[in-house]
């Protein structure tokens, strides 16, 4: 790199234009450099009100993606929509490098081969197989009973792209739905009986890494409404999901931030579920929570800069996901309560429209025992309307 | 206020495209809402990097301002460069509101005003007189003892618009390079035999105030190279000028931010030096180092909402303004140590040019000790080149 990378001319490029390139691209800015942002959407995305330097393209277009990144220093995933094969073009075609690499994330950006990888690692990841037939279909009913949940092995994210399926004829007619005669692979994994669903982020680059406490993620409907750090669980188990989170991030050479989300099973056994090579809804709460959030890690890894401290600012933090309660344009009502409890923050994406179930925002609340904590920010933000 | 501040399509516009407006403007966006820039320059400002609604115009112009705060819900200031009239104008031609209100404003926006405002609240200030002749000039001499301090009463920052004159000739002469000729009211202010130079902010709206810690700037050549907070003086003097602060606030009615810097006399006396309608560089530190920095209760102040906990994060809090140290393209080198320290947090300003003692970004260090801290602070970041 001939540029120095903290000058107000260096500019780094987020591919995806959503509140997770926003939150980087805030730490960016606290940087000094510039932020460019490129997106597949005519609507105006929450990045885009924070940069003069905004594109439109199509994610499937090499041409679109290299002339966005001639414009940048560098460029950094915010999704796991574009292609490998599509990334690794852009990169060469533009000579501006993306991290995560285009190598690396094509270890885990097809769910089957995530899997694969992970498992090849020695990371315990949960029961799955691919599943082309319905004798597959059957026969992973049989080996690891009903009900299971079937994915789309690209493209799903907070719920969208899985299904869970109880009998043949659901599983029959999730696949289809799914895409699966449209060439699109599914992945058929067994339904875990599990008693937390934790999460660590891990920031890597050439300087080091670091690794953020174990954290629990609490789901309702296949959405993450919430976050406890540390987790409710035994230290013991908290250490094995960051020695995990670490081993995985190194077996696909990561270089940005990662989170990994993990089920601790009735017996105590913890199963890589997902991985993300991007900021995390599950690290949110380090933006006060911990002295370094993932933003800002996920922008010194991406830069080359050497990594910050991921220690907690108090013994307990709660996130709390503000989704959308209405379909209208977006604003945010009876959040007094919430601004006013002294160690809380409120953070909203500036999504012009607010639709039902919609992240548009999250509240983060510091205190001192995590389930307390996480109850007390719920309280608080229980009446938002937004 | 028809629109909810809290909302996608809220402007909050910023007179003033510098880092004070950066950094507010970051804190704008976490809210969610958009930024809106003046400047009344051609080259490309910090803010103007990180919005895509950027205006250039005069200060001095009503129409242009008024063309401005037409697009933005509410306006407010980060420097003391316009004149409240015609703030006042713009205020009334636009319907838009400008907080701090220009009548506010008006009462400190000249230093010979903004003494006598202080004063008149029962307030102590350092000696001053508005001085018109040579007579003036003599008599404050004899009276107040030399040297003393002219200062041009609008205008000045960082020791600009400021001259040490030890006899006659030399008040001669800075009398009129800093205008005393041009129609522009001079102030004359007796040298203060000081131990400290304290600073306080304040912020202020109709849900009520909040004040943060005394905190002490270290000046070196009238520029402002450091922050200790709280400051290494006694209990007493913290809370004292921390009531004053408040005073202050109120006696002009003011919504908003507001910093106050005092010198601590010899004696022990606090005497008001100058006031800022605005974030300032004293409370830089708040980022890391308060629950609420100075920057998000700006944005809470002018935006109605009520204002967050100003509690300090660690036992100490040092800053260290990072001052331009060569003519280039604005880069950071030699930050490595300073990035790695764990409670350590560099920001840069993201002006395209560095000149030597330039404002180009600060460094905030969480400690324990407040003295240790600030030697520390200047030893991590004294390499840097910028």
């Known amino acids: 790199m001939d540029k120095s990378p903290l000058s107000a001319n260096f500019k780094l490029g987020f591919l995806g234009a959503g509140q997770l390139a926003r939150m980087s691209g805030l730490q960016a800015f606290r940087y000094g450099i510039q932020v460019g942002v490129f997106s597949d959407r005519d609507e105006n995305e929450?990045?885009?009100?924070?940069?003069?330097?905004?594109?439109?393209?199509?994610?499937?277009?090499?041409?679109?993606?290299?002339?966005?990144?001639?414009?940048?220093?560098?460029?950094?995933?915010?999704?796991?929509?574009i292609d490998s094969a599509v990334l690794r073009k852009a990169q060469e075609q533009s000579g501006t490098n993306i991290f995560p690499?285009?190598?690396?994330?094509?270890?885990?950006?097809?769910?089957?081969?995530?899997?694969?990888?992970?498992?090849?690692?020695?990371?315990?990841?949960?029961?799955?197989?691919?599943v082309?037939?319905?004798?597959?279909?059957?026969?992973?009913?049989q080996n690891y009973g009903w009900p299971y949940v079937l994915k789309s092995s690209k493209g799903g994210y907070d719920g969208y792209g899985n299904e869970t399926v109880k009998d043949i004829?659901?599983?029959?007619?999730?696949?289809?739905?799914l895409g699966g005669h449209d060439n699109r692979d599914i992945?058929?994994?067994?339904?875990?009986?599990?008693?937390?669903?934790?999460?660590?982020?891990?920031?890597?680059?050439e300087t080091g890494h670091v690794v953020y406490p174990c954290c629990e993620t609490v789901q309702e409907n296949h959405?993450?409404?919430?976050?406890?750090?540390?987790?409710?669980?035994?230290?013991s188990i908290q250490k094995e999901a960051q020695k995990i989170a670490v081993k995985a991030t190194e077996a696909i050479d990561?270089?940005?931030?990662?989170?990994?989300?993990?089920?601790?099973?009735?017996?105590?056994?913890?199963?890589?579920?997902?991985?993300?090579?991007?900021?995390?809804?599950?690290?949110?709460?380090?933006?006060?929570?911990?002295?370094?959030?993932?933003?800002?890690?996920?922008?010194?890894?991406?830069?080359?800069?050497?990594?910050?401290?991921t220690e907690l600012r108090a013994s307990a933090v709660a996130m709390t996901n503000l989704l959308g309660t209405d379909e209208r344009n977006a604003k945010?009502?009876?959040?007094?309560?919430?601004l006013s409890e002294s160690d809380g923050h409120l953070h909203v994406y500036g999504k012009l429209d607010s639709r039902v179930g919609r992240k548009m925002g999250h509240y983060t609340l510091l205190g001192q025992t995590v389930n307390e904590t996480y109850t007390q920010a719920t309280e608080l933000t229980d009446s938002i309307r937004i």
């Open 169 to 177: 004829e659901e599983a029959k007619k999730a696949f289809n739905e």
């Open 46 to 81: 929450p990045v885009q009100f924070m940069t003069p330097h905004s594109f439109t393209g199509s994610y499937d277009s090499v041409d679109d993606l290299t002339n966005f990144a001639k414009t940048c220093d560098v460029l950094t995933l915010e999704n796991e929509f």
């Open 187 to 205: 992945v058929a994994e067994a339904f875990v009986d599990f008693t937390h669903e934790l999460a660590v982020q891990v920031a890597r680059n």
């Open 132 to 141: 082309k037939t319905v004798t597959d279909l059957k026969g992973f009913g």
């Open 101 to 130: 690499s285009p190598d690396s994330f094509a270890k885990i950006e097809n769910k089957f081969i995530e899997k694969r990888t992970f498992e090849g690692a020695g990371i315990s990841v949960t029961p799955y197989k691919l």
């Open 254 to 309: 990561g270089k940005g931030i990662y989170a990994y989300e993990f089920f601790l099973t009735k017996d105590g056994d913890l199963l890589l579920n997902e991985s993300a090579p991007r900021p995390h809804n599950s690290g949110h709460y380090t933006i006060e929570g911990c002295i370094t959030s993932q933003f800002e890690n996920h922008v010194r890894a991406v830069m080359g800069l050497p990594l910050g401290s």
């Open 332 to 338: 945010v009502d009876n959040a007094l309560m919430a």
């Open 223 to 235: 959405i993450c409404v919430g976050v406890k750090s540390p987790a409710p669980v035994p230290q």
